[in-house]
């Protein structure tokens, strides 16, 4: 069994809050056609319309910071949200330009991606992100390359670890789907889903249970949310109880992916900060 991570200021296990601002891109992904039904793309537009401002709110109100990761084609469809974000002082990471597989695609390709969502974030907030993640948490066969290349500190998508580690020069910030609220709330019909849809304060316990386990093996909880699925009130409350809850423990890091980065730089052997 390896040691646990060694986390600052003696604490046990960290978690990072993270959303994807997915909006109408991830649907459009699956098939551009799908921008001819309003309806759908209204339940994605919930997510920079309403529940951006929400989870804003939330969160300042708790005086946390979030990692928001936005594909390009969201911050060109919602920058008045995309800066909303920035200017609450979240970080803002990289994922994708249209929420785009990236199985298959030549090193040229994915390139060309990076660089689009890159370009799209930076006219709309003026930043350019340090981290990425894999729309599907999907890597391409040139993806940790190119991020490296491009000076990316982090990548996001990986699974194999609970907590932080290295790949080649970069930091990975490991991923589980139990914490995805996708599995837990999203459905549209035959599209998405399977119609059961979880009760929030269901979500709420699953996920102290989950970081409970966590904390005991020095790990790394990633909460990957979506304003579309979590900025829903009842939803809403439960992930600030949940926050709350972990904050009342004292011996959690709650921090945004970047500062775990910089935090898992400094500490693992063969990352410079």
């Known amino acids: 069994m390896t040691a646990p991570f060694p986390w600052p200021e003696g604490r046990r296990a960290a978690v990072a809050v993270t959303f994807d601002v997915d909006a109408e891109s991830v649907m459009l992904a699956i098939d551009p056609a799908l921008?001819?039904?309003?309806?759908?793309?209204?339940?994605?537009?919930?997510?920079?319309?309403?529940?951006?401002?929400?989870?804003?709110?939330?969160?300042?109100?708790?005086?946390?910071?979030a990692t928001f990761f936005v594909p390009g084609a969201t911050a060109e469809r919602h920058p008045d949200a995309v800066r909303a974000i920035a200017e609450a002082g979240h970080e803002i990471g990289h994922?994708?330009?249209e929420h785009e597989s990236l199985l298959g695609r030549s090193r040229e390709e994915e390139l060309e991606i990076l660089?689009?969502?890159?370009?799209?974030?930076?006219?709309?907030?003026?930043?350019?992100?340090?981290?990425?993640?894999a729309p599907w948490w999907e890597l391409g066969a040139h993806t940790l390359a190119l991020l490296e290349e491009l000076g990316f500190a982090y990548d996001s998508s990986l699974f194999e670890r609970d907590a932080p580690y290295r790949v080649g020069g970069i930091v990975e910030i490991p991923v589980s789907w139990a914490f995805d609220d996708w599995e837990r709330y999203a459905f549209w019909p035959e599209i998405t889903g399977s119609g059961v849809i979880a009760r929030p304060s269901e979500v709420l316990e699953a996920w102290?249970?989950?970081?409970?386990?966590?904390?005991?093996?020095?790990?790394?909880?990633?909460?990957?949310?979506?304003?579309?699925?979590?900025g829903r009130p009842a939803r809403a409350r439960a992930l600030g109880a949940l926050l709350d809850r972990i904050l009342d423990r004292g011996d959690v890091w709650v921090a945004t992916c970047g500062e775990i980065a910089d935090h898992a730089a400094r500490v693992l052997p063969g990352v410079s900060p």
Do not use: K, N
């Open 35 to 65: 921008a001819e039904r309003p309806s759908l793309m209204s339940h994605q537009r919930y997510g920079p319309v309403t529940g951006v401002p929400r989870l804003l709110a939330l969160l300042a109100e708790r005086d946390l910071r």
């Open 95 to 97: 994922h994708g330009f």
């Open 115 to 133: 660089r689009r969502g890159l370009d799209a974030l930076e006219r709309a907030a003026g930043v350019r992100p340090r981290g990425y993640r």
């Open 208 to 230: 102290w249970e989950e970081i409970d386990a966590l904390a005991e093996v020095g790990g790394c909880a990633v909460l990957t949310m979506h304003p579309f699925l979590s």
